[in-house]
């Protein structure tokens, strides 16, 4: 079996009419454990507060990939991952932000960003999520989100990684199943992707793309169509917010 995987960031409307970078960051890996692929994607945004939020998701991503990869080299087999587990991999990340803070003479605040981490394997898979954005899996042939955007104490907030309170805000989920198609997505997207009403994943936006990854036989090409995609009229129209949208299909090779 095979990952087909496309990840990209772009700048929101917003950034640009005020020249402000992307604050969004995403970092996709392909790991092999007793012969058998392990899908490592990782999403982060910045907080719009924080001064470094963009040094802060690029960190966020970083390092959790690392830790990661670090762990899973000596492995043989995918073992079932707990929450203590992925809370230590969150408190490596605040670790490793709070260097880049202290290197800048800055609070730790000022690098503020949520941190979205799936770890998919042939037979089981790990979720872990600190603020807003979704993971969407394919669950008994329908696309759902794993957990719901996180809401902070106030109005349009959220939870970061920086923050005190990791082992209460992160949401984490071990599934004993075969996960065949995964999407991970910022806030930004929220809008487009995920119907509020329902509490569920818009079919219509995730299963053409998905399709597309899965039927194309180089989806390197297609990072081009999605940044197109990320910066057309009809989703700049409805948020002007970093976009940042990450696929991930399998495909059962003979």
């Known amino acids: 079996m095979i990952w087909k995987v496309l990840a990209k960031s772009v700048q929101g409307f917003s950034h640009k009419r005020l020249e402000t970078v992307c604050q969004d960051a995403c970092q996709t890996a392909v790991h092999h454990v007793g012969g058998l692929p392990v899908l490592v994607l990782t999403v982060s945004d910045g907080a719009g507060s924080a001064e470094y939020s963009e040094i802060g998701s690029e960190t966020a991503c970083r390092a959790v990939q690392e830790l990661i990869a670090d762990k899973l080299r000596d492995q043989t087999d995918l073992l079932p991952i707990t929450r203590e587990e992925a809370i230590s991999w969150y408190e490596h990340v605040q ?58 104490e106030y109005a349009n907030t959220t ?84 976009l940042t949208l990450v696929l991930a299909t399998r495909i059962n090779s003979v």
């Open 159 to 242: 939870n970061f990684v920086t923050s005190s309170r990791i082992d209460q805000d992160l949401m984490f989920e071990w599934r004993a199943a075969p996960i065949d198609d995964a999407s991970m997505f910022t806030d930004g997207l929220q809008s487009v992707a995920l119907n509020y009403a329902t509490r569920q994943a818009h079919q219509p936006f995730f299963t053409p793309l998905l399709d597309a990854l899965r039927q194309h036989e180089a989806p390197a090409e297609l990072l081009g169509p999605m940044q197109s995609f990320l910066e057309s009229k009809n989703l700049t129209d409805r948020t002007d917010d970093d």
């Open 95 to 152: 670790a490793e932000i709070l260097r880049e803070a202290e290197s800048r003479s800055v609070p730790i605040r000022q690098l503020a960003c949520t941190l979205l981490v799936a770890v998919i394997g042939g037979a089981g898979a790990a979720f872990c999520q600190i603020g807003d954005g979704a993971i969407v899996i394919r669950d008994q042939g329908e696309l759902r989100p794993v957990f719901w955007p996180q809401s902070g």
